[in-house]
């Protein structure tokens, strides 16, 4: 009986040996460490770190005592080329005045197949335009008008405006702001009616009191006023004859 008591108790005590709590969570984490350094081995051996360097900034961490003046040179664009042409106030035949684009760039096709003016397309208030030549003169592009119809172009009008005239030392555009001896007039209009072109032209006279005439063409008439020797002089009276009631008056250049 006694040797079965000693035998129960050694039982006992081994057992709670091996039920110890604090005993197992050592081993497990003994058993969780080998287990990372074992995969921290691994991970090293296939996945080697590689320190890669960069020159700018590793010299600015090392010489971080030193100011770095950094300097870039920059090179400007060559300047635009001198201008070919100067604008003055001049004429232009207007073809084409809307909104749809395509017609007018079909157009625009026609008129450089058959023309050796100038074709201008551009927006302007909200239509797309189209405009030939530059004109100095109402008279030419009058006659480009006359030219257009005669090609089928009927709706051609006559508009005024900016124009582009060549820089050359033998052009008339050098000429504009020196006294010539060719003179400007001024028109005032055309009318079928002789009556009332002797009436603008009494009309004038009083007002500006410088020399108007009305000249036949044909079955019309036409009223002129002024003969000058400058193109700023004629200017200068054409903007008061259009302030004065003459809106549609243009000047006139007789070569």
Request: with cysteine; glycine share 2%.
């Amino acid at each position: 009986m006694k040797i079965i008591k000693i035998i129960l108790i050694i039982y006992l005590v081994l057992l709670l040996h091996s039920c110890n709590v604090e005993s197992i969570r050592k081993a497990r984490l003994q058993n969780e460490a080998e287990k990372q350094q074992t995969a921290q081995v691994d991970s090293f051996l296939y996945y080697q770190p590689v320190v890669l360097n960069d020159p700018f900034l590793d010299s600015l961490t090392v010489q971080h005592d030193k100011q770095q003046t950094l300097k870039i040179r920059v090179v400007p664009p060559p300047p635009p080329p001198p201008s070919q042409f100067k604008q003055v106030e001049g004429y232009r035949v207007q073809t084409f005045a809307g909104i749809d684009s395509i017609n007018a760039l079909v157009m625009v096709n026609d008129l450089q197949a058959r023309q050796q003016d100038s074709v201008y397309f551009f927006k302007e208030e909200a239509l797309f335009k189209i405009q030939l030549g530059d004109y100095l003169y109402r008279n030419d592009a009058d006659m480009k008008v006359l030219d257009l119809r005669k090609l089928g172009v009927q709706g051609a009008w006559v508009v005024q405006r900016m124009i582009n005239v060549p820089l050359t030392s033998d052009s008339t555009a050098d000429r504009l702001t020196e006294e010539t001896d060719y003179p400007y007039t001024i028109q005032i209009l055309v009318t079928a009616d002789e009556n009332k072109a002797k009436m603008i032209v009494s009309d004038l006279k009083t007002r500006f009191k410088i020399e108007s005439n009305y000249i036949p063409a044909e079955n019309l008439y036409k009223v002129f006023l002024g003969k000058f020797t400058s193109r700023e002089e004629a200017q200068t009276m054409l903007e008061n004859v259009r302030q004065n009631g003459y809106q549609d008056a243009w000047l006139v250049y007789e070569k």
